[in-house]
């Protein structure tokens, strides 16, 4: 179960609420889960997407650890262009798309 990290910004106060009752909150508006699993992390992102889609504010950032992505780490975002992780000559870069 990899570490997953949450990042907000400029969000409701809602947002702050419910990431806390499932990750530690390490400084304002990051947040970070040690072994949160694939099922966890799924609903958790699902949730933060619904409440994004209908109050639109700020930007929302999540990253872990994934064994099949490029760089080892998967990139999901909201409110800000998505990004990729890509390998350019072992040297790992975040592509805006």
């Known amino acids: ?6 990042v907000t910004r400029d969000v409701e106060a ?10 530690l909150e390490v400084s304002a508006g990051v947040y970070v889960a040690p072994d949160m699993n694939a099922g966890v ?20 950032v999540m990253v872990w650890r994934d064994k099949t ?9 909201l409110g800000e262009p998505p990004k990729k992780i ?9 592509k805006r798309s």
């Open 1 to 6: 179960m990899p570490l997953t990290m949450v």
């Open 14 to 23: 809602r947002y702050r609420g419910f990431l806390t009752s499932v990750m």
């Open 41 to 60: 992390r799924s609903r958790v992102w699902t949730v933060l997407s619904e409440w994004y889609e209908t109050l639109g504010r700020g930007a929302i």
């Open 69 to 77: 992505a490029s760089g080892h780490l998967r990139i999901e975002t």
């Open 86 to 94: 890509v390998d350019a000559d072992g040297i790992l870069l975040v």
